[in-house]
């Protein structure tokens, strides 16, 4: 087994990322992963691949319109390689992005049913709140993430 090698993307990796999320995720949410988000902001997301397959990436940006926040929009790890501490690197890689841009909040949101979203970022340190009823229309509840960063 090679070694799990961590870039940043790059527009060019949004079909192979679209190609395992409904895979990865057990149902279907490719759809709130439009081509915009790598062509925009390739440059604050990661790709994680062992030799030419991919087997993680996190799609994040820093907020243009609120300077202290970074955001998570999207991100996954390959079933064999959960558990790994992959997912947590991805994470504390951008963090550490975002602290180093001079960001102090890290947010992201998930839908309350995704059990293993809401443990796993209570596992790295986040304050989790909700559900929200209606925070992304009506009856599309949400549940918040944040983190606070140190300065660095």
Not at 40 to 66: C, K
Not at 86 to 93: C, I, K, Q, T
Not at 94 to 99: E, G, I, Q, S, Y
């Amino acid at each position: 087994m090679s070694e799990i090698q961590v870039r940043a993307a790059r527009p060019d990796d949004h079909p192979r990322i679209r190609a395992v999320c409904d895979t990865w995720w057990g149902k279907p949410v490719v759809h709130v992963l439009p081509r915009l988000f790598l062509d925009h902001f390739h440059d604050t997301s990661l790709v994680a691949e062992e030799g030419a397959d991919l087997v993680g990436f996190l799609v994040g940006f820093h907020s243009p319109a609120l300077p202290e926040v970074s955001y998570v929009h999207f991100a996954a790890v390959a079933p064999e390689h959960r558990r790994t501490g992959l997912a947590r690197d991805l994470y504390r890689r951008f963090t550490d992005a975002a602290c180093t841009d001079g960001r102090s909040l890290v947010r992201a949101v998930t839908s309350p049913s995704n059990e293993g979203s809401i443990a796993f970022h209570r596992g790295i340190g986040f304050a989790v709140s909700g559900p929200h009823a209606d925070h992304d229309g009506p009856g599309v509840d949400r549940v918040l993430f944040e983190l606070r960063l140190r300065s660095v």
